[in-house]
């Protein structure tokens, strides 16, 4: 499967734990995007990176959020002390160049008790 | 701020029937992207537009991107059950692709 990978696939955290979404581009692909779906709305853009760099983090909520990707391994999106509203669907989507085409992957669904 | 706004949000037809959803703003865009996405997968690319006036068929679709490159449109002909799912544009400026997704359309087709 040469697509855009992303696991787990759904995630379920208590109030307060860590969640670790990761996602793996397809093969040949550098730059990496982040979309949050929350229930009943629309994709939101989260984050912009290349290997190594984060190139536009501006759709990113300011604390307890915070994106990677090394040079090795896939991109992680990270977010600390989950609360309930950040129950959503993310999706990563990756391109071969600035100006490709987006392909996402099949999303994380995560849910907060 | 940019923002896409999708017409109708929700449709609900039988098979066979034709439908067009668009997809509108104020802002001008340097290509526009239509996904479709089903229940619990992510967004599936249908096609890009880049040049003002571009039509793109694909079987029983056809895409318009407008002349001013600030609105879109999709056109169903004869749809089919299959064509059940979730309709989104998504706009790109200059520069890199930092996609501004539309509202959806949420097509239902009964037999």
């Given at each position: 499967n040469a697509g855009v990978m992303q696991n787990p696939r759904h995630l379920v955290r208590r109030r307060g734990q860590e969640a670790r979404l990761r996602c793996s581009p397809m093969k040949g692909h550098s730059h990496v995007y982040w979309y949050r779906q929350l229930p009943e709305e629309g994709l939101k853009f989260m984050v912009y990176l290349q290997k190594e760099n984060?190139?536009?983090?501006?759709?990113?909520?300011?604390?307890?959020f915070s994106a990677e990707f090394p040079k090795e391994g896939p991109s992680i999106l990270r977010i600390q002390q989950v609360v309930r509203g950040d129950s959503a669907a993310y999706f990563c989507a990756s391109s071969g160049t600035v100006t490709d085409t987006q392909y996402f992957g099949p999303g994380t669904r995560l849910t907060v008790l | 701020t940019q923002l896409l706004e999708q017409s109708p949000q929700f449709l609900s037809i039988q098979e066979g029937e034709n439908l067009t959803v668009y997809c509108n703003s104020s802002s001008v865009f340097s290509s526009l992207q239509w996904y479709r996405q089903e229940p619990g997968e992510g967004p599936v690319l249908l096609v890009t537009v880049v040049t003002g006036g571009e039509v793109k068929k694909l079987k029983r679709l056809t895409f318009q991107f407008g002349d001013a490159r600030k609105d879109s449109s999709l056109h169903i002909t004869a749809a089919q059950p299959g064509d059940t799912g979730l309709y989104l544009c998504a706009g790109a400026g200059t520069g890199f692709q930092k996609l501004v997704f539309g509202t959806g359309t949420r097509l239902l087709v009964s037999p």
């Amino acid at each position: 499967n040469a697509g855009v990978m992303q696991n787990p696939r759904h995630l379920v955290r208590r109030r307060g734990q860590e969640a670790r979404l990761r996602c793996s581009p397809m093969k040949g692909h550098s730059h990496v995007y982040w979309y949050r779906q929350l229930p009943e709305e629309g994709l939101k853009f989260m984050v912009y990176l290349q290997k190594e760099n984060i190139i536009d983090e501006s759709g990113m909520p300011k604390e307890r959020f915070s994106a990677e990707f090394p040079k090795e391994g896939p991109s992680i999106l990270r977010i600390q002390q989950v609360v309930r509203g950040d129950s959503a669907a993310y999706f990563c989507a990756s391109s071969g160049t600035v100006t490709d085409t987006q392909y996402f992957g099949p999303g994380t669904r995560l849910t907060v008790l | 701020t940019q923002l896409l706004e999708q017409s109708p949000q929700f449709l609900s037809i039988q098979e066979g029937e034709n439908l067009t959803v668009y997809c509108n703003s104020s802002s001008v865009f340097s290509s526009l992207q239509w996904y479709r996405q089903e229940p619990g997968e992510g967004p599936v690319l249908l096609v890009t537009v880049v040049t003002g006036g571009e039509v793109k068929k694909l079987k029983r679709l056809t895409f318009q991107f407008g002349d001013a490159r600030k609105d879109s449109s999709l056109h169903i002909t004869a749809a089919q059950p299959g064509d059940t799912g979730l309709y989104l544009c998504a706009g790109a400026g200059t520069g890199f692709q930092k996609l501004v997704f539309g509202t959806g359309t949420r097509l239902l087709v009964s037999p």
